[in-house]
């Protein structure tokens, strides 16, 4: 089962803001930063947000991330048709030493 | 360009092991390390363990630990995930990832395309 737990989906009309959540614990959210994948349907996953809020080259801006605590969020504004995609996030766990990932977040664009 | 391709699809039956490589291309293998993934069909993503090319190190999920090895071969720039004692519920996509930072800011930034692997 997964370590990190996310709401099973999300969804919204073209234009509109949507966010994501992810929770966690002290072992892994709490001390290490997040990750977030991007799973478009039938293809591999995809590095969108690493180190909590950075966009590796080609992420478009309005992909955005961010952590508190022991939880972390993915913020998509403007939302897009090629937006409609899983989403997951990640970290390392120092308990377990080993990466874990969410259970992932279903996105539809309405 | 950087990737990672992998070997094609397999069929196992059930008690055998199967073997996936995972060819580096476009960076220094030795450099970062490689992680294996997998994901089931409609589910999640399971993280399997991830090795150091350089130096051999490898760490494995407490769930697969004596049933999965991860190896690599660098004059070829290439990882081997071996699963044994293979059941249904193996029956999955697996990917290698290339992984880099420490610990508090590890992630996977390259990911191969996937190779299905079905126990039957």
């Known amino acids: 089962q997964s370590v990190l737990t996310q709401s099973p989906s999300a969804s919204g009309t073209p234009g509109q803001r949507v966010t994501i959540s992810c929770s966690g614990s002290s072992s892994n959210i709490g001390s290490n930063t997040v990750n977030w994948y991007q799973q478009l349907p039938g293809t591999a996953p995809k590095l969108l947000i690493y180190s909590n809020n950075q966009r590796p080259s080609g992420v478009p801006d309005r992909f955005s991330g961010s952590k508190s605590g022991t939880s972390a969020s993915l913020a998509i504004s403007g939302l897009q048709s090629e937006d409609e995609a899983d989403y997951y996030c990640?970290?390392?766990?120092?308990?377990?030493?080993?990466?874990?990932f969410g259970t992932g977040t279903k996105v539809t664009v309405l | 360009q950087v990737q990672l391709v992998q070997s094609g699809a397999e069929v196992k039956k059930p008690g055998a092991s199967v073997k996936v490589s995972c060819k580096a291309s476009g960076y220094i293998f030795t450099s970062y390390d490689i992680n294996w993934v997998r994901q089931a069909t409609g589910q999640g993503l399971e993280w399997l363990g991830w090795?150091?090319?350089?130096?051999?190190?490898?760490g494995y999920a407490q769930k697969f630990q004596g049933r999965v090895t991860i190896t690599r071969n660098s004059s070829i720039s290439t990882a081997y995930m071996e699963l044994s004692s293979l059941r249904s519920e193996d029956t999955a996509i697996y990917y290698c990832a290339r992984g880099t930072g420490g610990s508090d800011y590890y992630h996977m930034d390259v990911w191969g395309k996937g190779t299905t692997v079905t126990v039957s």
């Open positions: 090795m150091n090319p350089n130096s051999g190190n490898t």
């Open positions: 990640a970290a390392w766990d120092d308990s377990l030493n080993g990466y874990v």
